[in-house]
C-alpha cells in the first residue's frame, strides 16, 4: 500500500513527501483520501477506550459510544478544513507563496502521517487509563502532529 510506505518515509523525509503529493496535480479527492484515512483511524483508536468504559461500567453499552464517537469525529470536518485556511493565512502572513489547495494537503497529509501515533494513544487509554503514560502520549502526539504540519506547510508554501 503506497500510503502506508508515504507515512514510513514522511516521518524521514516529510518535505520530499509533501512535495510529491503537491507534484501529482490538483485533486480535491485525493486531499479528502487523507482527511478520511484520519478519521477512521480516529475512529479504530476510540474503541479501546470505549471497550475499557463498557468493561468498568457494563450498564454503559459499547455500540452507542462507538456511535457518538463516529458523529463525533465526523462534525470535525468543518474544522479541520477551517484550520487549513488559517494556516494559510498564518504562512501568507509570514511571506508564504503557495495556495488553498496545499494549506489543505499540508494539513490533512500531517493527520494521516500522525495516524500511528493517534493509534497508539488509543490503545494506551484503553490498556492503562487516565494517567502520566497517557498524558505523555498525547504530549508526543500534539508535538508530532505541530511539528509535521509546519514542515508541510512551509514544503507548500514555498509557491510553484
Known sequence: MA???????AWRRPALVVRRHLNRGRSEPFLFTFLFV???????AQWPQA??????????PLAPQLLGRALALLATIPVWYGLAAL????????????????????LFWTLAQ???LMLLAGLVAGM?????Q???TGI???AAFALFWALNLRETERGA
Open 87 to 106: 494556516g494559510h493565512l498564518a504562512a501568507r502572513a509570514m511571506g508564504g507563496q503557495g495556495d488553498w489547495y496545499g494549506a489543505r494537503l499540508a
Open 128 to 132: 492503562i487509563g487516565p494517567g502520566p
Open 51 to 60: 471497550a475499557r468504559v463498557t468493561a468498568l461500567q457494563p450498564e454503559v
Open 134 to 136: 497517557l498524558t505523555a
Open 38 to 44: 484520519f478519521l477512521l483511524l480516529a475512529f479504530v
Open 140 to 142: 508526543v502526539t500534539f
Open 3 to 9: 500510503l502506508l510506505s508515504d507515512i514510513g518515509e
Open 114 to 116: 500522525i495516524a500511528p
